[in-house]
């Protein structure tokens, strides 16, 4: 069952209740009596990382060009000196 935020208009008291989703909404405050409404709260539930709707299944994704794109990066990474200079060592032994 969701936790919905409610909050009184007469006293400003802001509470908590457990109720269902089928349940009418309250419409007086449980300490004073005073009309309620309803205050729209953020979620505890967030989506992070890739792999998400917008990445993988998303209208505009096209696989062929991402798999393109990301070999072109992983191949494009220019040399160091260091990494250079070991490269010599290893073909001369």
């Known amino acids: 069952m969701p936790i919905y935020e409610y909050k ?11 109720q269902k989703i089928t ?10 009596g005073g009309p309620v409404h309803k205050l729209v709260s953020s979620t505890s539930f967030i989506l992070k990382g890739g792999g998400w709707y917008a990445t993988d299944y998303g209208k505009n994704r096209k696989p062929s060009q991402e798999k ?9 990474k220019p040399k160091t000196k260091s990494t250079a200079a070991s490269d010599k060592k290893a073909v001369a032994a």
């Open 8 to 18: 009184c208009e007469k006293c400003e008291n802001q509470f908590e209740m457990l």
């Open 23 to 32: 349940a009418e909404p309250l419409k007086e405050c449980p300490e004073c």
């Open 68 to 76: 393109g794109a990301a070999a072109k990066k992983s191949v494009s």
